[in-house]
């Protein structure tokens, strides 16, 4: 045996926990079944590991579109904070990620029910409920409580009909499609998009393209720079004076001649509201922190 001082000495690494637990059971393993064993623990462990970062921590999104450009390029990859809004509110002006309802699509109606009644169909599109559109789940929500007891409108898109505008008679105590009668396959995205009002303020978006929030001119860069355009068919929302309800965001996009915002469907309640992008980690000419992270720029 060769001599070795104490620094020297190399220490068994413990066998894994479950190979421990095993032993201490009675259970006598080969030396390749405890290897085994304890790469099975490290590939738990990472993935749980991972799993906890993901759900809450934090999440890599890469964005397809032109929206956001120049802030963020088609194909740009960044990670999003999950963690930071639970100690402080997204301020105006900062990019934001959310939750966006693209597609509501009926896949079933039940027979004898309001929906059936009023002649919605299996594969119609729903568009707008109470003549607007629909950003969100949560939204639809509260359209159907809100109207329960009385008549709702549904707008629906058909194949080979085109748009079709329904009423149907909400039960009391309604809370969602199905009390309707409606199953339905909704389809969510993430959006990013830049945050320009929230809930009681009035924003505006003024001659020249300029923002006006609460009747002052948004002094907040980029957004007093941009020009956002106010001319393109379907908007509705912020071309005249309007109030943001409570509890919810007026976002825009960047690129304001080719972005699907709040200027065509509305509001993005707080609930679904996601995080903040706070490092781009795609292209590598642009690699860093983003969004006033770190000190960069907005």
């Keep these: 045996m060769n001599w070795r001082w104490p620094w020297q000495r190399r220490k068994e690494p413990k066998p894994a926990w479950i190979v421990r637990y095993l032993r201490r059971r009675g259970h006598r393993l080969s030396r390749r079944a405890e290897w085994a064993l304890g790469w099975l623990e490290t590939i738990v462990v990472a993935g749980g590991a991972a799993f906890l970062i993901i759900s809450f921590v934090t999440v890599r999104m890469t964005v397809p579109t032109g929206s956001m450009i120049p802030t963020i390029m088609p194909g740009d ?9 639970y100690f402080r509110e997204p301020d105006v002006g900062d990019v934001i990620v959310f939750w966006h309802v693209e597609e ?5 109606v039940k027979p004898g029910s309001p ?3 009023a ?7 729903l568009m707008e409920v109470a003549e607007e559109p629909v950003p969100s789940v949560l939204t639809l929500k509260r359209r159907i409580q809100a109207a329960a007891g009385s008549i709702l409108s549904l707008t629906l898109g058909r194949a080979r009909v085109g748009q079709v ?5 909400v039960p009391a105590g309604a809370d969602d499609l199905g009390d ?12 990013v998009k ?14 020249g393209g300029r923002v006006y929030v609460d009747g002052e001119p948004l002094q907040v860069e980029p957004i007093a720079s941009n020009i956002y355009w106010t001319r393109g068919p379907g908007m509705r929302y912020g071309i005249e004076p309007t109030l943001v309800p409570e509890g919810h965001y007026f976002v825009l996009g960047d690129n304001t001649m080719n972005s699907f915002d709040s200027r065509y469907w509305g509001f993005v309640p707080v609930e679904d509201f996601i995080g903040q992008p706070f490092f781009r980690v795609w292209p590598f000419s642009r690699f860093g922190p983003m969004n006033g992270y770190f000190w960069s720029s907005r």
């Excluded at 002649?119 to 599109?125: A, K, N």
């Excluded at 309707?180 to 959006?191: D, T, V």
């Design 165 to 169: 505008r329904l009423e149907l008679s």
């Design 119 to 125: 002649g919605v169909q299996v594969g119609d599109h």
């Design 115 to 117: 929906a059936a009644e």
């Design 194 to 207: 830049r945050l320009i009002a929230v809930g009681g303020q009035e924003v505006w978006i003024g001659e």
């Design 77 to 85: 990859s960044f990670f999003v904070d999950l963690i930071s809004y």
């Design 180 to 191: 309707l009668g409606i199953e339905a396959k909704i389809r969510r995205a993430r959006y």
């Design 104 to 108: 509501i699509r009926v896949t079933g």
